[in-house]
């Protein structure tokens, strides 16, 4: 499975943010990219040996993790992934919770 644990995430997301697929660019009116509903991280996972099944599996766990999308997979998986590991919620939740421990 390719998570932020797996030894070629890195490799994973420099080609996903990189030329040729979402191409994260700077603009002078802010930062541009392109984005192809998973259509680039299936091809990325496809050329780094995952077979279609396993590619099926890393796109529920991205969308899992709010990557529903090519440039969503590289905005939000793996701070999601982390904060699971973590066992952080959002903030507004964990002041929920301090609130009701304080009551």
């Not at 091809?43 to 766990?61: H, K, R, T, W």
């Amino acid at each position: 499975m390719m998570t932020p644990n797996h030894p070629q995430w890195v490799e994973f997301m420099n080609k996903l943010a990189g030329p040729g697929y979402c191409d994260f660019q700077r603009g002078p009116e802010g930062p541009t990219w392109m984005c192809n509903g998973t259509t680039f991280a299936e091809a990325i996972l496809a050329d780094m040996g995952f077979a279609e099944s396993a590619i099926s599996d890393n796109l529920e766990f991205f969308a899992e993790h709010g990557g529903f999308c090519d440039c969503e997979i590289v905005f939000n998986v793996e701070s999601s992934f982390h904060n699971a590991q973590n066992g952080d919620g959002c903030a507004e939740d964990n002041d929920d919770e301090v609130e009701e421990a304080d009551s």
